[in-house]
């Protein structure tokens, strides 16, 4: 069953057109200041750029570690999935809820107005959680800052903060589990599934398209929330999550929401050689904050 465009969406790059000379057959979009970035169009310069993010071999070095001490621990089939399935559900319901209520907060703090940047920029952009969020993401939950430089020249804390993190997420599940080997099996598929989240967020902002139906699926319902409204379609690696708490809605039924404008704005200044988010994420703090004055007068 073949997916109809979203209306407003980013357009896809001619096929059989030759994309601006970048390695992994990437494009070049401005970024704020001057900047470039790459955004890569084929799966393995998605792949190549992925993989040698600080933040995604941070992940895979702590699910390596805890994978190696895990199989030289007896090993419990019926706990063991149990855990596995209740760690690999309980993200995804996790996902739904800090993607919602913190990241899309009716209250204004730091997190959602780091999300709001992300938001106000050109749909096709690489989008990593930084080395420190990424260590986060094992101990709490996933936030995705904006980019406002090269994709690669990122803010690292340092390794002992770093494994502060990744050492509290190991802790919590030492604690909940008494010590026991199912410790390791919850804290490994905690982190495989925050490599999966942060593969599937990638993917969903480079221009590749996936080939298989779940990939073109997850691929469409983020950018649904962004172009469409940020309200709805909220889940990542499980799409269907939405369906539980009544976020994926008909999207012909649905308004596009100021911030999807914002959005398409900062693609169309993209496209055009501006900034590409920050003058359009500007304009809708600048409409919120009239509208909230308007409305106490």
């Known amino acids: 069953m073949e997916m109809e465009p979203v ?13 601006p000379a970048m390695r992994g057959g990437a494009l070049s979009l401005v970024q ?3 900047r470039e970035q790459e955004v890569p169009c ?40 149990g855990v596995a ?43 990593i959680d930084d080395p420190p969020l990424a260590a986060a993401v094992m101990a709490a939950s996933p936030q995705t800052p904006p980019l406002s430089t090269h994709a690669l020249q990122v803010s690292i804390d340092g390794p002992p903060l770093v494994a502060a993190f990744m050492a509290a997420s190991l802790a919590l599940f030492w604690c909940a589990f008494r010590g026991s080997e199912l410790a390791l099996t919850a804290a490994l598929v905690y982190y495989a599934m925050g490599l999966a989240y942060e593969f599937t967020h990638y993917i969903a902002h480079t221009r590749y ?30 799409p269907a999550v939405d369906a539980l708490f009544g976020t994926a809605p008909d999207p012909a039924s649905v308004r596009m ?9 900062a693609a169309r200044e993209a496209a055009n050689g501006g900034g590409g988010g920050g003058g359009a994420l500007e304009r809708l703090r600048a409409s919120r904050e009239g509208a909230a004055v308007g409305g106490k007068s």
Request: with cysteine.
């Open 257 to 265: 929401s100021d911030m999807a404008k914002a959005g398409l704005r």
């Open 7 to 19: 209306r407003g969406a980013p357009e896809q790059p001619p096929r059989g057109s030759a994309p």
């Open 209 to 238: 398209l996936p080939r298989s139906r779940i990939g073109k699926a997850i691929r469409m319902h983020h950018m649904l929330h962004h172009t469409r409204n940020e309200a709805n379609w909220l889940a990542f690696v499980l």
């Open 85 to 127: 399935a209740g760690v690999a559900a309980l993200w995804c319901l996790q996902e739904w809820v800090v993607h919602a209520w913190l990241l899309h907060s009716p209250f204004d703090w730091a997190g959602r107005r780091i999300h709001e940047g992300h938001h106000a920029r050109p749909y096709f952009h690489v989008s």
């Open 42 to 81: 084929t799966l393995r310069g998605a792949l190549a750029l992925f993989f040698s993010h600080p933040s995604s071999l941070l992940i895979l070095a702590g699910l390596l570690a805890v994978a190696a001490v895990r199989v030289q621990s007896p090993v419990h089939p019926a706990a063991d999935v």
């Open 32 to 34: 704020p200041g001057g």
